[in-house]
T-cell receptor, first 117, second 115 residues
């Protein structure tokens, strides 16, 4: 059963520390999304890749956040330095876009719960 | 601009009641997709249904049914004979082809089904 895998599932860190979250998309999927979920903001889109190229990262604080796809099997989201307001659940999702008018559903990972003290 | 509105923040029903979750979307594009996801207390988002803008047929899957009306830009979700296991947060989402297929999520509706 294909799944999106995220690590770590839980992370507690202190303010100022670097945090790296990893995501293994479903094999064959060509789109990867990073979302952040908080009670106040709901699901916020942070970054979006298609065929490993970043298409949109406008929702991401550029000064401290960075997202990359070093290869088709790995997406990373890095926060440096982390702040208490970054505490949230970070979701990775992957999907398949076969053409301009053929958008498949997103499959979500279980999320990485980050707590910054 | 694209937007999804789920005006119902939280709904509580008693088991076996029917419940409808509302979703209103905004887009100027003619080609788009609509989705519903379920987020149970465990936290993972689970895909429920996908609809494209050219298919206004309603769909039924067991106790779940979806009503897509382009005239009112709505994609409502009805659970018939609700069960405690239906308790979750439900998200409606919009993906627009001309905006790189980005997904826009509503704020979610928390459904509490009481025994």
């Amino acid at each position: 059963d294909a799944r999106v895998t995220q690590t770590p599932r839980h992370k507690v860190t202190e303010m100022g520390q670097e945090v790296t979250m990893r995501c293994q998309p479903i094999l064959g999927h060509n789109t990867v999304f990073w979302y952040r979920q908080t009670m106040m903001q709901g699901l916020e889109l942070l970054a979006y890749f298609r065929n490993r190229a970043p298409l949109d990262d406008s929702g991401m604080p550029k000064d401290r956040f960075s997202a990359e796809m070093p290869d088709a099997t790995l997406a990373t989201l890095k926060i440096q330095p982390s702040e208490p307001r970054d505490s949230a659940v970070y979701f990775c999702a992957s999907g398949l876009v076969l053409g301009p008018a053929n958008t498949g559903e997103l499959f979500f990972g279980e999320g990485s719960r980050l707590t910054v003290l | 601009a694209q937007k999804v509105t789920q005006a119902q923040t939280e709904i509580s029903v008693v088991e076996k009641e029917d419940v409808t979750l509302d979703c209103v979307y905004e887009t100027r594009d003619t080609t788009y997709y609509l989705f519903w996801y379920k987020q149970p207390p465990s936290g993972e988002l689970v895909f429920l249904i996908r609809r494209n803008s050219f298919d206004e047929q309603n769909e039924i899957s067991g106790r779940y049914s979806w009503n897509f009306q382009k005239s009112t830009s709505s994609f409502n979700f009805t659970i018939t004979a609700s069960q405690v296991v239906d308790s979750a947060v439900y998200f409606c989402a919009l993906s627009v082809v001309n905006n790189f297929n980005k997904f826009y999520f509503g704020s979610g509706t928390k459904l509490n089904v009481k025994p």
